[in-house]
């Protein structure tokens, strides 16, 4: 069983930054996965990016792509998401989850969610 709990969230004003974190009690083996999706109101969750907990290999989704950043600490059991450049359009509620083995784009074949942090950009 592993429980996640994201944090680092809040209100920015656009071009601004954020880290978010994930922060995993219990045990990630090597072959774990981790990702981070995301949410606004009236749209599907979305894929961001992730990240191998043994090799630390990183995928990132189309919107992610030259701002965001998906890093690892594997002494602290955390996982962490730099947003950089935010746009009014990353605001969103954002996920960390996990499974075993592939990463994947699709929310629904990961095992463990966190409950999100609200992430709002202002123009």
């Known amino acids: 069983q592993v429980q996640l709990v994201e944090s680092g969230g809040g209100l920015v004003q656009a071009g601004g930054s954020l880290r978010l974190s994930c922060a995993a009690s219990?045990?990630?083996?090597?072959?774990?996965?981790l990702a981070w999706f995301r949410q606004a109101p009236g749209k599907e969750r979305g894929f961001v990016g992730s990240?191998?907990?043994?090799?630390?290999?990183?995928a990132y989704g189309d919107s992610a792509k030259d701002r965001f950043t998906i890093s690892r600490d594997n002494a602290k059991n955390t996982v962490y998401l730099q947003v950089n450049s935010l746009k009014p359009e990353d605001t969103a509620v954002y996920y960390c989850?996990?499974?075993?083995?592939?990463?994947?784009?699709?929310?629904?074949?990961?095992?463990?969610w966190g409950r999100g942090t609200q992430v709002t950009v202002s123009s």
């Open positions: 989850a996990t499974k075993i083995i592939t990463c994947s784009l699709r929310a629904t074949i990961y095992n463990y």
């Open positions: 219990g045990r990630l083996y090597n072959n774990y996965c």
């Open positions: 990240i191998t907990w043994g090799g630390g290999s990183t």
